[in-house]
T-cell receptor, first 114, second 114 residues
Framework: GNSVTQMEGPVTLSEEAFLTINCTYTATGYPSLFWYVQYPGEGLQLLLK?????DKGSNKGFEATYRKETTSFHLEKGSVQVSDSAVYFCALSDGGQGAQKLVFGQGTRLTINP | DTGVSQNPRHKITKRGQNVTFRCDPISEHNRLYWYRQTLGQGPEFLTYFQNEAQLEKSRLLSDRFSAERPKGSFSTLEIQRTEQGDSAMYLC????????????FGPGTRLTVL
């Protein structure tokens, strides 16, 4: 079945550091890929998405590129802020027009120190 | 624009009791999803509605679990004869359809079974 594997956390960085959170997937067909973020005490929020190979999703300074050859969707940010501290989830859906249940990775907790 | 809302936010119950959670999706969203998230893990799909029809259920959804979406608006998730293993965060998401089917999550209901 479909699955998502994320780099294990927690990850701790200093403000303005470069961030990479690795995500790889296993899927049949052509899934859509997502990054969701969960801030303390809040619900999951969609951060960015990509629907086909070589697409780049971006939002709030975060980027991720859909790499079909390496089945990856790594999340990057050039200069992190304290406010980026949260849990980040990589997810995939089956794509297409029908029901698209999401399959999530286990999440990566990110802490940014001032 | 109000987002997805869930009630209650927290529920503590004794083993063997029945509990019911409510989810109000974003208005005009015709798809509604339920997920369960245990500590340190990503959300796992439970079930999905297209309007009022329940179209898919996960193997995780035992016969003690039932979900409804009367009139295709709000949804309820009931757990009968709760067990300690049911302790988790129950998440609701809604979407308008399309490709990809971008889901918007509520804040969740945290269930603790004593």
């Amino acid at each position: 079945g479909n699955s998502v594997t994320q780099m294990e956390g927690p990850v701790t960085l200093s403000e303005e550091a470069f961030l990479t959170i690795n995500c790889t997937y296993t899927a049949t067909g052509y899934p859509s890929l997502f990054w969701y973020v969960q801030y303390p005490g809040e619900g999951l929020q969609l951060l960015l998405k990509a629907t086909k190979a070589d697409d780049k999703g971006s939002n709030k300074g975060f980027e991720a590129t859909y790499r079909k050859e390496t089945t990856s969707f790594h999340l990057e940010k050039g200069s992190v802020q304290v406010s980026d501290s949260a849990v980040y989830f990589c997810a995939l859906s089956d794509g297409g027009q029908g029901a698209q249940k999401l399959v999530f990775g286990q999440g990566t907790r990110l802490t940014i120190n001032p | 624009d109000t987002g997805v809302s869930q009630n209650p936010r927290h529920k503590i119950t004794k083993r063997g009791q029945n509990v019911t959670f409510r989810c109000d999706p974003i208005s005009e969203h015709n798809r509604l999803y339920w997920y369960r998230q245990t500590l340190g893990q990503g959300p796992e799909f439970l079930t999905y509605f297209q309007n009022e029809a329940q179209l898919e259920k996960s193997r995780l959804l035992s016969d003690r679990f039932s979900a409804e979406r009367p009139k295709g608006s709000f949804s309820t998730l009931e757990i009968q004869r709760t067990e300690q293993g049911d302790s988790a965060m129950y998440l609701c998401a809604s979407s308008f359809g399309g490709a990809p089917d971008t889901q918007y999550f509520g804040p969740g209901t945290r269930l603790t079974v004593l």
